[in-house]
Nanobody, 126 residues
């Protein structure tokens, strides 16, 4: 079992930055992969970025490449999403999730992740 709590969302103007955090508890953080998804109103959930158990391998969706960076601290049991150059189309609820299968290859598929946080709202005004 693992508990995930996102934080860091808010309202920002286009071009601004936010850093989201996902604090995890309950399992050895350094053994499992984690991911960020987002869901805008009226749209399907969308993969944003993933990071593997060691933090040494990441995946980022093309629409945010060069603007968003995913990282994790295995000492703080926290994953981060640094979001720069925010655009109105980045407005969504952002969710973190964990795949508790140890030392597996990271995936951008939602079905690979069995534990999800409650989400944090990010709103980018134009």
């Amino acid at each position: 079992q693992v508990q995930l709590v996102e934080s860091g969302g808010g309202l920002v103007q286009a071009g601004g930055s936010l850093r989201l955090s996902c604090a995890a508890s309950g399992r050895t953080f350094s053994t499992y992969n984690m991911v960020w998804f987002r869901q805008a109103p009226g749209k399907e959930r969308e993969f944003v970025a993933a990071i593997n158990w060691s933090g040494g391998n990441t995946l980022v969706v093309d629409s945010v490449k060069g603007r968003f960076t995913v990282s994790k601290s295995n000492t703080k049991n926290t994953m981060y999403l640094q979001m720069n150059g925010l655009k109105p189309e980045d407005t969504a609820v952002y969710y973190c999730a964990a795949d508790l299968r140890p030392w597996t290859t990271i995936s951008g598929r939602a079905e690979s992740y069995s534990y999800w946080g409650q989400g944090t709202q990010v709103t980018v005004s134009s």
